[in-house]
């Protein structure tokens, strides 16, 4: 059973483009969250998906979007890309009404 | 939210046990303590979850007292694999789904031979 996938790995981005990242949730797994974690920093909550649509979001500003598709796998996008926006980025997924996150690798984001 | 704090790092050895305990003064009533681990490169894994008094499972065990203000995760005979970060969180588990996790700094626990 494949765990939550996230791609790419890695990547690396000029100030000012734009990026987007993937992530396929755990089997069965409706629920997908977006976390952002900076170096040597805990992860950061982006926002939430959920039949589609955002559920619940953190304090990001509205360069940050995404996406969720019918068969639950979801999209981050980032526009305008700063330097400050280098980071680990994080996808985790659940079940609705579970606690509990399972988390994908990461895509690493270095912005130049 | 709660706030919680936890040390920057600990060392131990390999064989002992580890104590990180995490202060969250402000709990409420209807707050969950959760903790997570995470190695380099990778996402954080959810380890034990607790309400009050003692949760053991075959990971760890998580003590809390009666007062709910702090909370010890407790890891026995730890090994070179348990290098990691261990983060502590505490907030409540919403039953209509839409949780989301509040991570602090995170202790970064170094075993060494």
């Known amino acids: 059973d494949a765990g939550v996938t996230q791609s790419p790995t890695h990547l690396i981005k000029t100030r000012g483009q734009q990026v987007t990242l993937r992530c396929s949730p755990k089997?069965?797994?409706?629920?997908v969250s977006w976390y952002q974690q900076a170096l040597g920093q805990g992860p950061q909550f982006i926002f939430q998906?959920?039949?589609?649509?955002?559920?619940q979001r953190g304090n990001f500003p509205d360069r940050f979007s995404g996406h969720q598709f019918p068969n639950y796998s979801s999209e981050l996008n980032v526009n305008a890309l700063l330097l400050g926006d280098s980071a680990l980025y994080l996808c985790?997924?659940?079940?609705?009404?579970?606690?509990?996150?399972?988390f994908g690798p990461g895509t690493r984001l270095t912005v130049t | 939210l709660a706030k919680t704090t936890q040390p920057i790092s600990m060392d131990s050895y390999e064989g002992q046990e580890v104590n990180i305990t995490c202060s969250h003064n402000n709990i409420a009533t209807n707050d969950y303590i959760t903790w997570y681990q995470q190695f380099p490169s990778q996402g954080p894994r959810f380890i034990i979850q607790?309400?009050?008094t003692k949760v053991t499972n075959e990971v760890a065990s998580l003590f809390i007292p009666a007062d709910r203000k702090s909370s010890t995760l407790s890891l026995p005979r730890v090994s070179l694999s348990d290098t990691a970060v261990y983060y502590c969180?505490?907030?409540?588990?919403?039953?209509?789904?839409?949780?989301?996790?509040?991570f602090g700094t995170g202790t970064q626990l170094k075993v060494e031979l």
């Open positions: 607790g309400y009050k």
């Open positions: 089997s069965g797994h409706d629920t």
């Open positions: 969180l505490v907030g409540p588990i919403l039953t209509g789904g839409g949780n989301k996790l509040t």
């Open positions: 985790a997924s659940s079940l609705d009404r579970d606690y509990e996150q399972y």
């Open positions: 998906y959920y039949e589609e649509e955002e559920r």
